[in-house]
């Protein structure tokens, strides 16, 4: 039997601010454990929590950036409930009133299609610590580093359909979040990780099926593969009549399954009640127009740039808007060579396969834009071919220095000159008679495969330095 998999995200992004939202404490990640916690962090008597008006200020620009209701006037909430390292015995979290309302958010697919899912919310509230299990046997050691620190969950409609699209989905909102320049999005790190709502209905069905939970998934791959082992389970249990349990269960990524944690919690057992301590959060028009003002271009809107001004298909346009450094990277090589089809090529091609191969982030790549502008200029002017520029790359890479340099250095200026080509051509047709018989005696398809072939002994005659048009064109008069 069919089933329709139906699934929502609740995405913990982390702000980047320097201090928490409600200490002066830093935020900076790889501390020594239990560094970076202040009195208010460790919720010693007496401490009263002073809001971080930065934190406002991206979760506003976040509510902009997907035309999401903006909360005028938001409140906070205590959220109870008991971890060891959640020093308060609660969590100050926003309930009732978020500072971001409804909004909806584009994603494409990889077959090009886009499609809308719905926000549901987004809403300002404090990480807690975190538990230590290793070089602690039989214990558990606490590090409040993260307590206090600013996030902004983001609780999507339970419009996603598949793991693709939730994968889609989260590399959509990390691109944006990184565009906003709200977060880091740095997974590894924790400053972007999901909680996924998954259940399963009958097609056509409207009703939801009841939902398992799976906690703190915090990289693209693992959030694909927690969904399938998920939804495999569910399956199993519904064919077989049973009942899925609503729970909140874990991703083993080792064993690749899910595993049940606790029974899941609603919003009753956490006893939400108004965060006395702390104002409503006010704000006025010409803060929200001021932030709007100050929006970068963003991704769905620098691709579409992309289709329209620099003729890109919508895939390769999406390759390079998905992220603002590498858009960014490319419009500077469009920039200084004035080609963007060559450039889209170069930067895709090129450049990301060797970052990818070198483990290396654009930000360290050892050719930089003006580089490779550098180098695809001596290609339309004809200095080098695209084969013989594939080895200046790889010495640019190396550190050897810019474009004209090693082509100079190396002796790798293309060979344009008609006598100097006629002679390899005459060199080659006449040391291949067997192959121009053929040729003479083929038909017109079996013809442009052997030209093919002499075209190739040229280029390695010349150790890819001739001019592959020149070369074409002498050898369609020669071979008559």
């Given at each position: 039997m069919q089933w329709e998999v139906v699934i929502g995200l609740e995405v913990?992004?982390?702000?980047?601010?320097?201090?928490?939202?409600?200490?002066?404490?830093?935020?900076?990640?790889?501390?020594?454990?239990?560094?970076?916690?202040?009195?208010?962090?460790?919720?010693?008597?007496?401490?009263?929590?002073?809001?971080?008006?930065?934190?406002?200020?991206?979760?506003v620009m976040f509510g902009l950036g997907i035309g999401a209701e903006i909360g005028m006037r938001s409140v906070f909430d205590r959220k109870n409930y008991f971890y060891p390292d959640l020093p308060k015995g609660y969590q100050i979290s926003q309930f009732q009133a978020p500072i971001v309302g409804r909004g909806s958010f584009e994603i494409q697919?990889?077959?090009?299609?886009?499609?809308?899912?719905?926000?549901?919310?987004?809403?300002?509230?404090?990480?807690?610590?975190?538990?230590l299990h290793e070089d602690f046997h039989g214990q558990t050691g606490i590090d409040l580093n993260r307590a206090g620190t600013p996030l902004l969950e983001i609780v999507s409609e339970p419009d996603l359909r598949s793991a693709a699209e939730a994968v889609a989905y989260l590399k959509a909102l990390h691109s944006?979040?990184?565009?906003?320049?709200?977060?880091?999005?740095?997974?590894?790190?924790?400053?972007?990780?999901?909680?996924?709502?998954?259940?399963?209905?009958?097609?056509?069905?409207?009703?939801?099926?009841?939902?398992?939970?799976?906690?703190?998934?915090?990289?693209?791959?693992?959030?694909?593969?927690?969904?399938?082992?998920?939804?495999?389970?569910q399956a199993e249990i519904l064919e077989d009549g049973g009942t899925v349990v609503q729970e909140t269960r874990l991703y083993d990524a080792e064993r690749d399954e899910t595993r049940s944690m606790r029974s899941k919690e609603v919003a009753n057992d956490y006893r939400y009640f108004p965060e006395p301590d702390l104002l409503p959060v006010v704000i006025d028009e010409a803060f929200v127009a001021?932030?709007?003002?100050?929006?970068?271009?963003?991704?769905?809107?620098?691709?579409?740039?992309?289709?329209?001004?620099?003729?890109?298909?919508?895939?390769?346009?999406?390759?390079?808007?998905?992220?603002?450094?590498?858009?960014?990277?490319?419009?500077?090589?469009?920039?200084?060579?004035?080609?963007?089809?060559?450039?889209?090529?170069?930067?895709?091609?090129?450049?990301?396969?060797?970052?990818?191969?070198?483990?290396?982030?654009l930000a360290d790549s050892p050719v930089s834009a003006a580089a490779l502008a550098g180098l695809i200029r001596r290609i339309l002017d004809q200095s080098i071919s695209g084969k013989i520029a594939k080895q200046?790359?790889?010495?640019?890479?190396?550190?050897?220095?810019?474009?004209?340099?090693?082509?100079?250095?190396?002796?790798?200026?293309?060979?344009?000159?008609?006598?100097?080509?006629?002679?390899?051509?005459?060199?080659?047709?006449?040391?291949?008679p067997e192959q121009l018989a053929q040729y003479l005696a083929a038909d017109e398809g079996k013809r442009r495969k052997l030209v093919g072939f002499f075209v190739g002994q040229v280029m390695k005659l010349s150790r890819g330095q001739a001019n592959p048009q020149m070369v074409n064109e002498l050898l369609a008069r020669k071979l008559v």
């Amino acid at each position: 039997m069919q089933w329709e998999v139906v699934i929502g995200l609740e995405v913990h992004l982390q702000l980047a601010t320097a201090s928490k939202i409600f200490s002066g404490a830093s935020t900076h990640f790889g501390a020594e454990p239990n560094t970076q916690a202040c009195a208010v962090d460790l919720a010693m008597p007496g401490m009263l929590p002073v809001l971080n008006e930065q934190a406002v200020r991206h979760a506003v620009m976040f509510g902009l950036g997907i035309g999401a209701e903006i909360g005028m006037r938001s409140v906070f909430d205590r959220k109870n409930y008991f971890y060891p390292d959640l020093p308060k015995g609660y969590q100050i979290s926003q309930f009732q009133a978020p500072i971001v309302g409804r909004g909806s958010f584009e994603i494409q697919l990889e077959d090009g299609s886009c499609r809308h899912i719905g926000i549901t919310r987004a809403h300002l509230e404090e990480d807690a610590g975190k538990s230590l299990h290793e070089d602690f046997h039989g214990q558990t050691g606490i590090d409040l580093n993260r307590a206090g620190t600013p996030l902004l969950e983001i609780v999507s409609e339970p419009d996603l359909r598949s793991a693709a699209e939730a994968v889609a989905y989260l590399k959509a909102l990390h691109s944006l979040v990184t565009y906003l320049g709200i977060s880091d999005g740095n997974m590894a790190e924790g400053s972007m990780r999901c909680d996924i709502n998954i259940s399963l209905r009958r097609p056509g069905s409207t009703t939801l099926g009841t939902r398992a939970e799976i906690k703190n998934v915090n990289s693209f791959r693992f959030v694909e593969k927690a969904i399938h082992h998920e939804t495999n389970r569910q399956a199993e249990i519904l064919e077989d009549g049973g009942t899925v349990v609503q729970e909140t269960r874990l991703y083993d990524a080792e064993r690749d399954e899910t595993r049940s944690m606790r029974s899941k919690e609603v919003a009753n057992d956490y006893r939400y009640f108004p965060e006395p301590d702390l104002l409503p959060v006010v704000i006025d028009e010409a803060f929200v127009a001021q932030l709007r003002d100050s929006l970068p271009e963003l991704p769905v809107a620098r691709r579409q740039r992309f289709v329209d001004a620099h003729g890109l298909s919508q895939y390769d346009a999406g390759v390079l808007s998905a992220n603002r450094a590498l858009a960014d990277f490319y419009e500077a090589v469009v920039a200084d060579c004035g080609d963007a089809k060559i450039a889209a090529n170069w930067v895709q091609v090129e450049l990301l396969g060797q970052l990818n191969r070198s483990d290396l982030p654009l930000a360290d790549s050892p050719v930089s834009a003006a580089a490779l502008a550098g180098l695809i200029r001596r290609i339309l002017d004809q200095s080098i071919s695209g084969k013989i520029a594939k080895q200046v790359f790889e010495a640019m890479w190396a550190g050897e220095g810019d474009a004209d340099h090693i082509i100079a250095s190396h002796g790798l200026q293309q060979v344009s000159d008609s006598g100097e080509l006629e002679a390899m051509v005459d060199e080659v047709v006449n040391s291949h008679p067997e192959q121009l018989a053929q040729y003479l005696a083929a038909d017109e398809g079996k013809r442009r495969k052997l030209v093919g072939f002499f075209v190739g002994q040229v280029m390695k005659l010349s150790r890819g330095q001739a001019n592959p048009q020149m070369v074409n064109e002498l050898l369609a008069r020669k071979l008559v």
